[in-house]
T-cell receptor, first 113, second 111 residues
Framework: DGGITQSPKYLFRKEGQNVTLSCEQN?????MYWYRQDPGQGLRLIYY???????QKGDIAEGYSVSREKKESFPLTVTSAQKNPTAFYLC????????????FGPGTRLTVL | DAKTTQPTSMDCAEGRAANLPCNHS???????VYWYRQIHSQGPQYIIH???NNETNEMASLIITEDRKSSTLILPHATLRDTAVYYC????????????FGDGTTLTVKP
């Protein structure tokens, strides 16, 4: 099946620990994105990548890091510097950085205890 | 980057058309209007997009005003499964990373 997957669906971590969220796509898309969603709010862009080995900060990049070593993968690390990491994290991909449809994964709900 | 304004919530009777408005008065010439919807705790689902002309697909119709400052998403025969948060965003073809999702419209379809 083609699609975009995120794992795990639910993640719990202790305060002060770094945690890495997985995002994989087999759609042969060039561009990938990470969004954060807080309860009752819209999506806010954390990072995006339009090509392998290149990525740009979004609106709320502080406390997060990413890598794009492979076209299929765009992992997001939530570092201990992120003050309020508990949120719903969504990964998306699209064919290019242009006006192409973004396809979203099912999301990972991170809870920091 | 252009921002969008949507009503916080709307109700619609099952079987009737749902018309969801969106204002994007600062949209620029190279920005497309996209609509997505999100059912609770799931990833957003693409619905439709357009630049200038009205568009229709199997899910919905998109009506864009001539000045492109606003648009309306039309679900022609709403069902209970259409209950979701609907997001209207504008997206540049030169800097697609700068898509801004507002808080969307919560559409509730009632029997």
């Amino acid at each position: 099946d083609g699609g975009i997957t995120q794992s795990p669906k639910y993640l719990f971590r202790k305060e002060g620990q770094n945690v890495t969220l997985s995002c994989e796509q087999n759609l042969n898309h060039d561009a990938m994105y990470w969004y954060r969603q807080d309860p009752g709010q819209g999506l806010r862009l954390i990072y995006y990548s339009q090509i392998v080995n290149d990525f740009q900060k979004g609106d709320i990049a502080e406390g997060y890091s990413v890598s794009r070593e492979k076209k299929e993968s765009f992992p997001l690390t939530v570092t201990s510097a992120q003050k309020n990491p508990t949120a719903f994290y969504l990964c998306a991909s699209s064919y290019s950085g242009g006006p192409d449809t973004q396809y979203f994964g099912p999301g990972t709900r991170l809870t920091v205890l | 980057d252009a921002k969008t304004t949507q009503p916080t919530s709307m109700d619609c009777a099952e079987g009737r058309a749902a018309n969801l408005p969106c204002n994007h008065s600062t949209i620029s010439g190279n920005e497309y209007v996209y609509w997505y919807r999100q059912i609770h705790s799931q990833g957003p689902q693409y619905i439709i997009h357009g630049l200038k002309n009205n568009e229709t697909n199997e899910m919905a119709s998109l009506i864009i005003t001539e000045d492109r400052k606003s648009s309306t998403l039309i679900l022609p025969h709403a069902t209970l499964r259409d209950t979701a948060v609907y997001y209207c965003i504008v997206r540049s073809n030169t800097n697609a990373g700068k898509s801004t999702f507002g808080d969307g419209t919560t559409l509730t379809v009632k029997p």
